[in-house]
């Protein structure tokens, strides 16, 4: 091995701090080569490591009757039943997206659909959170149109269909917008495959596409803020083949139906030496490369090059002694480079070779599981107090009803996505029971009577406003989502969106996030299963609000007995759970009318909210419930709104009358009280099923009636009735919702 | 029946017109490998949804090359029934099997979404179950949706009554509004002149089942059935 001086300047290109270096020459006993050194480098970024994060993560709860595969794998997997597991994950690629939107976005979904498949299940549904800053800026424009067109052309060509999502737009993520994917995928129980280098002797297998100069130190790029050069970076983004990611899953299911197979891993962010380390380290083994054995695209890569590379569409496998023949001829039906390039070993080193000469060779646990894990210091910042302090008195209340819920609808957080979702394929593979545009997307599960329900969520504002309260809410919102189609919430998938961890109010922020992720998943009995970090989502200094986004899944034992959000009949009666109090704070109503973005987000009451949702799941399953919407960004009026226009067959009117029990009227019609879902109801059963709620102890009333051509709330006891009713036509309602992202890219 | 679903490397719909002949229709189905080159026991052929090869050239360009497309032209010219869907109509075109190519969608975005379809011929054996001038509402999922041909093959296959499928309204309008990618005349699909290939846009696999909240696929699914003298054999319940 070369001798080589590192001096601190390579050590801050390769980000590691001098304490991190003197741990490596603790465990190497010696200086690290140059190869040993980016391979630190990239398993010890935040992004592999989860330095920063990882002893608050351990408080999460991750088990349950249903969990199969809890975190650390490549994706978590619950039993739902027949056989079979769900197996799903959520991941950012956050930082790529800004990059390079286009191809940052596509290499996310194809990096979690690896993940996926990784484990044995066949993907079906995936899903995408993103943010992204005003979209009056050319440069967000373009960012959108871009992440839309990769993550369509990925998953598209793939044929898996994207079913839902959501986006939120706020300036705060202009310079660093969130990218967040989400996977679910269906195996059976009894062959999940895991990621493990077992049996000493084994071979190991490379396949899939060759390794090219692409991509190399992704991880560390992804564990950096930005500042006015982030466009330089462009070089460390993959380009992705969703053509070639397609014969890999073929190929993958194919030879995992087969008994060949001992362990298999994806090589996602840092590559091959992510994938060979940490199936040594998960087993307690050592692997031996030989790298000229690596299929590469170009002559004279270096060792460092092909372990750091992160070309996509590439897999690692370890099969059974002497079974060689098939994986390569399977790997070869389907056009796929194959090569065996190494052994397991008893060593628990990493071993690689060039033309049988050792280039490197390092502990694998070291890499995988000894990165340094920092207690980093946490301190509220010193605006919380401001940003909390909201003065209701100060804030007229609202006047022109009409306006605010035009104003609101308009509003592109709220409005129709339909622009962005008429370009993902979201049918094929024809599971796809309720498409995107309701609270959750519904598919059935072919080969069984169930129906699986997926949600992504989360509110930044809340989080930034009250970090331990808005993640509550967005573990409680997902769950309501799914309730509202009639979904027992079985488990979670997280992907933890913050600024710069060496900042005490980022990470302030963070342990309470998961604080508040901790107590909503007890309430609710539902585990976290898998997740991701993202951190130093920072530009110039200016960090994102918190976004812990949530994915989570619910499962519908008889797959009929669903609903949507939209009102069905003219007639239903309309009815209202869970309590309305004045919570302006935080609000969307605040931010568009008033230009505000603080108070107090809505406190949520986890108890309140796990009888509602339990007794709209019961009332969904009984049958006796038309549609069911959460209420949510823009309040009641927003989602009474959206139970008028948002249904694929049309428009239905409704009126509805609202007492107002001495509340303001905008914190009425537009505030953001939780656990609060609005039902429609058969009226001959209108009685009976109120009754049945409130038997259950959860507040309700009957607050309207489907039917008729208009859109109108009256504000009982009120005594200044004029300007402060909704009476709205359909069409103009509809058409503000339906047109706003469109109009706001110039394209109507 | 026997039906064979052609898999290419990137089919991705092919799972799902395998689910609907066999799970759904209850016919035999076969999955015929893009490298087989020999094709026997068939009544029908599927070409099925995707991006063969990745479509990273025109759509089909490449897949009009496999070893299989030769086999099939051969069944074709014998009579044999082939229908193919999206990609697979895209194929169709490629490979002289019917007329005519495909441009890119003018919106240039990839679209999915429900439309309606106006069966112009109900006289073939895909679409005699239909009502001549029925509206069906089928999903459509293509970037590569925009039929052209030149005028005089245009005027050749109206006036043999090869354009089975047009856009149109729920009304069953032809209009420019209902036109989703830009397709000549509003065309959805066409037929060659012996009436055994059939290529639709459309997507009438994912609108086979009330489970997914429509059926109007079906119709083209039976009338290929009964043109065998077949029958569907089970319907399925919700899910299975």
Aim: a negative charge; proline letters at 5%; hydrophobic letters at 40%.
């Amino acid at each position: 091995m070369k001798a080589l001086v590192i001096t601190p300047a390579i050590l801050e290109q390769h980000k590691l701090s001098e304490e991190e270096y003197r741990k490596i020459l603790g465990i190497l006993g010696r200086e690290p080569n140059w190869t040993e050194l980016g391979m630190f480098s990239a398993m010890w970024s935040e992004h592999c490591s989860y330095k920063s994060s990882r002893i608050h993560l351990k408080k999460l709860p991750t088990t349950g009757p249903r969990v199969v595969q809890g975190p650390g794998e490549n994706a978590g997997a619950v039993d739902i039943g027949d056989g079979l597991c769900a197996v799903f994950k959520m991941e950012s690629h956050n930082h790529p997206s800004f990059i390079e939107p286009y191809q940052g976005a596509a290499t996310g979904v194809g990096g979690i659909l690896r993940d996926i498949f990784t484990m044995g299940a066949r993907p079906i549904a995936l899903l995408n959170s993103l943010r992204f800053g005003g979209l009056e800026s050319a440069h967000t424009r373009h960012l959108l149109q871009g992440v839309v067109a990769g993550i369509a052309g990925y998953g598209n060509c793939m044929g898996v269909p994207t079913v839902g999502g959501e986006i939120v737009f706020n300036d705060i993520y202009a310079s660093n917008p969130l990218v967040n994917v989400f996977c679910l995928g269906i195996a059976k129980k009894d062959k999940i495959f895991l990621g493990k280098a077992a049996g000493v002797g084994n071979p190991v297998i490379y396949f899939g596409s060759k390794t090219g100069r692409d991509g190399i130190h992704g991880a560390t790029m992804a564990s950096d803020s930005f500042d006015e050069q982030a466009a330089q970076k462009r070089p460390t983004v993959q380009v992705g083949d969703p053509f070639t990611e397609k014969l890999l899953l073929e190929a993958c299911l194919e030879l995992m139906a087969g008994d060949c197979l001992v362990g298999i891993q994806d090589m996602g962010a840092a590559g091959l030496t992510s994938s060979a380390c940490e199936m040594a380290s998960r087993e307690g083994t050592g692997v031996e490369l030989e790298l000229t054995n690596v299929p590469r695209r170009e002559p004279g890569m270096t060792p460092y090059e092909i372990m750091l590379s992160e070309s996509q569409e590439r897999m690692l496998m370890v099969a059974k002694a002497g079974r060689e023949e098939e994986v390569i001829s399977v790997c070869r039906k389907w056009d796929l480079d194959v090569a065996v390039i190494g052994r397991v070993t008893d060593t628990g080193k990493v071993v690689l070779k060039e033309n049988g000469e050792v280039v490197a060779e390092v502990p694998a646990k070291a890499l995988a599981d000894e990165a340094p894990r920092y207690d980093r210091p946490s301190a509220p910042p010193a605006y919380q107090e401001m940003l909390q302090a909201l003065n209701h008195d100060a804030l007229p209340d609202v006047k022109d009803a009409n306006g605010a819920l035009l104003a609101l609808l308009d509003s592109p957080t709220i409005a129709s996505k339909r622009w962005v979702y008429e370009q993902y394929d979201h049918m094929v593979r024809t599971n796809t029971m309720v498409r995107p545009g309701s609270d959750a997307a519904v598919l059935r599960v072919k080969g069984t009577n169930k129906a699986l329900a997926l949600s992504v969520d989360c509110n930044g504002r809340y989080c930034l406003l009250n970090p331990y309260e808005g993640a509550k809410i967005a573990i409680a919102e997902c769950a309501r989502n799914l309730a509202c189609a009639g979904a027992e919430p079985i488990g979670v998938t997280d992907c933890l969106n913050f600024g710069n961890p060496q900042r005490p109010e980022v990470m302030w922020q963070f342990v309470l996030a998961v604080e508040g992720l901790k107590d909503a998943c007890e309430a609710l009995h539902v585990p976290i299963v898998s997740g991701n970090v993202s951190l130093y989502n920072e530009t110039n200094d200016l960090s994102i609000y918190p976004t812990p986004m949530i994915g989570m899944v619910g499962l519908i034992e008889e797959a009929e007995r669903t609903v949507t959000q939209w009102f069905q009949r003219a007639g239903d009666v309309i009815l209202l759970l869970g309590k309305t109090r004045e919570d302006l704070g935080g609000t969307e109503y605040l931010k568009v009318l008033h230009h505000r973005e603080q108070g107090s987000p809505p406190l949520l009451n986890l108890q309140d909210e796990q009888a509602v949702q339990a007794c709209t799941i019961r009332l969904i399953r009984a049958g006796l419930v038309q549609s069911a919407h959460d209420c949510s960004d823009g309040g009641l009026a927003v989602a009474l709104a959206e139970c008028c226009i948002s249904g694929p067959d049309g428009h239905v009117g409704a009126m509805v009358q609202l007492p107002l029990n001495g509340l303001r009227q905008d914190a009425l019609l537009f505030g953001e009280s939780q656990s609060r879902i609005v039902l429609s109801v058969k009226p001959e059963q209108a009685e009976a099923v109120l009754n049945q709620i409130r038997d259950a102890g959860v507040p309700a009333a009957k607050i309207g009636t489907v039917g008729g051509s208009r859109f109108v709330i009256r504000l009982e006891g009120d005594q200044r009735t004029e300007g402060c009713t909704v009476d709205l036509d359909l069409n103009v309602l509809h058409d503000r919702w339906a047109s706003a992202i469109p109009r706001a890219l110039g394209q109507n | 029946m026997n039906i064979g679903v052609v898999v290419f490397p990137g089919s991705n719909c092919d799972h799902d017109c395998a689910y609907v002949f066999n799970d759904v229709l209850g016919q035999s189905v076969q999955m015929i490998w893009h490298k087989d080159t020999q094709l026997s026991g068939l009544d029908a052929i599927v070409l099925p949804g995707g991006f063969s090869y990745g479509d990273y050239l025109r759509t089909g360009a490449i897949a009009r090359f496999s070893p299989v497309m030769r086999a099939l032209k051969a069944f074709a010219d014998k009579g044999g029934l082939v229908i193919g869907i999206c990609n697979g109509f895209q194929i169709l075109l490629e490979a002289g099997l019917l007329p005519g190519v495909m441009l890119r969608n003018t919106s240039l975005n990839f679209i999915c979404k429900d439309v309606y379809v106006k069966v112009e011929n109900a006289a073939t054996r895909f679409t005699h179950r239909c009502e001549s001038g029925q509206v069906l509402k089928i999903p459509i999922a293509h970037a590569d949706g925009n039929y052209y041909t030149d005028p005089v093959t245009l005027g050749g296959i109206k006036a043999n009554a090869q354009v089975i499928f047009r856009y149109c309204t729920a009304e069953g309008n032809v209009t420019p509004a209902a036109n989703p990618n830009g397709s000549l005349d509003n065309i959805a699909g066409i037929m060659n002149a012996d009436g055994n290939v059939l290529g639709m846009m459309p997507h009438p696999e994912r609108s086979a089942e009330s489970v997914l909240s429509n059926e109007d696929g079906r119709l083209i699914f039976l009338s290929m059935l009964s043109a065998f003298g077949k029958s569907e054999i089970r319907a399925r319940p919700v899910g299975a």
